[in-house]
């Protein structure tokens, strides 16, 4: 049996998409491509002519009630369907891009820094070091694990830590560790670190917001206990 003539545009299209994305089609050519996962043969690029002929633009078409998509030549309730749900999936996209948008993590003041790091050491046994790299809002671009240690100890490797934002773009970074077995009171070692890393960042042109020890759910910033001054909005 001689193989569908459209199957070859079909292909070359969908090919098309994968190489060079949204941009390069139409709407009309847009609509086509869609029509492809309801109207399994044939060619669809007169029916997607037509869709837009009856509502004169893109979203008009995704917004028109199901009825009215099947009063157009060659569409039926599969399409119908399909262009409805497609719209669909679109608003929950973006009520997903918006919820995100609202509560995404902005580390700008220290209780917000100790808030976010507390959660993420329930149930460590050991001495873990994690490290947040910000945007310019406090925005959390990245947040990763740089270190683990025993029960008493973990290094604060200040270079990886700010290759680690450098990376990322960052323009600020927060850090925390944990004391699984005692108290969320900074040591003279965790002192120390906490100044050399600020030195090490500064030296980039990035900014040490707080480091933080957590203990039992409960945080302390060093920062703070130590009066080391940032011009973050801390």
Same mark, same amino acid.
């Given at each position: ?117 507390? $959660?993420?050491? &329930?149930?460590? !046994?050991?001495?873990?070091? =994690?490290?947040?790299? /910000?945007? +310019?809002? %406090?925005?959390? #671009? ?43 009171? $900074?040591?003279? &070692?965790?002192? !120390?670190?906490?100044?050399? =890393?600020?030195?090490? /960042?500064? +030296?980039? %042109?990035?900014? #040490? ?26």
């Amino acid at each position: 049996m001689a193989d569908n003539p459209h199957n070859g545009h079909r292909r070359r299209e969908l090919d098309k998409f994968r190489r060079f994305g949204m941009d390069i089609f139409s709407d009309h050519e847009a609509l086509e491509v869609l029509l492809y996962f309801a109207i399994r043969q044939g060619d669809t690029n007169p029916a997607a002519h037509r869709l837009m002929d009856r509502f004169g633009s893109l979203h008009a078409v995704f917004e028109a009630p199901p009825e009215q998509l099947q009063e157009v030549e060659g569409i039926g309730p599969h399409s119908a369907d399909l262009i409805k749900f497609v719209y669909a999936l679109i608003g929950r996209y973006q009520a997903d891009v918006a919820s995100m948008e609202r509560n995404r993590d902005k580390l700008t003041s220290t209780e917000r820094v100790g808030e976010y790091f507390a $959660p993420q050491f &329930a149930g460590e !046994q050991d001495e873990v070091l =994690l490290a947040a790299y /910000l945007d +310019g809002t %406090g925005r959390v #671009l990245k947040c990763e694990e740089i270190a683990r240690g025993g029960h008493t100890h973990v290094p604060v490797d200040a270079y990886k830590i700010a290759r680690g934002a450098l990376l990322c773009g960052a323009v600020g970074v927060a850090v925390a560790h944990n004391h699984p077995n005692g108290a969320p009171v $900074p040591s003279e &070692a965790d002192i !120390q670190a906490t100044y050399r =890393l600020r030195d090490v /960042l500064e +030296g980039l %042109g990035l900014e #040490l917001v707080d480091h933080c020890v957590v203990a039992r759910g409960k945080y302390a910033s060093i920062r703070r206990a130590c009066g080391i001054k940032t011009g973050w909005r801390v």
